[in-house]
């Protein structure tokens, strides 16, 4: 059984910074696409970093040079590394993860819009005051 898990959300002040963690279970840490979302009131559920398979990042041009997602395979961690934490970065962050399409060295992460993700934590919250 897929299990996802955050922590490390907070209350910080513009300019701060903040890492997130999502332990994970049930599957072999570094086969899945993963990435984070967030969703703040009102809002749509929007990405903000991506890993795939093979340990390459992605980033929307909102986060990018602020935010950072990397993984610790002994730990069967994702991280998401903020930095320079605006007051429009608030917002409830989700872990996500799905498997990659295709097969054995041919196998790759698609550009997944919310709704396509398979797995999802509970999510954390983040507040960045101004």
């Known amino acids: 059984q897929v299990q996802l898990v955050e922590s490390g959300g907070g209350s910080v002040q513009t300019g701060g910074s903040l890492r997130l963690s999502c332990a994970v279970s049930g599957f072999t840490f570094g086969t899945y696409c993963m990435g984070w979302f967030r969703q703040a009131p009102g809002k749509e559920r929007e990405g903000v970093a991506a890993?795939?398979?093979?340990?390459?990042?992605s980033y929307p041009e909102f986060v990018k040079g602020r935010f950072t997602i990397s993984e610790d395979n002994r730990k069967n961690t994702l991280y998401l590394q903020m930095d320079s934490l605006k007051p429009e970065d608030t917002a409830m962050y989700y872990c996500?993860?799905?498997?990659?399409?295709?097969w054995g060295g041919g196998a790759y992460c698609p550009s997944r819009q919310p709704h396509e993700y398979t797995y999802w934590g509970q999510g954390t919250q983040v507040t960045v005051s101004s």
């Open positions: 996500v993860a799905d498997h990659p399409l295709g």
């Open positions: 890993i795939d398979i093979g340990g390459s990042t």
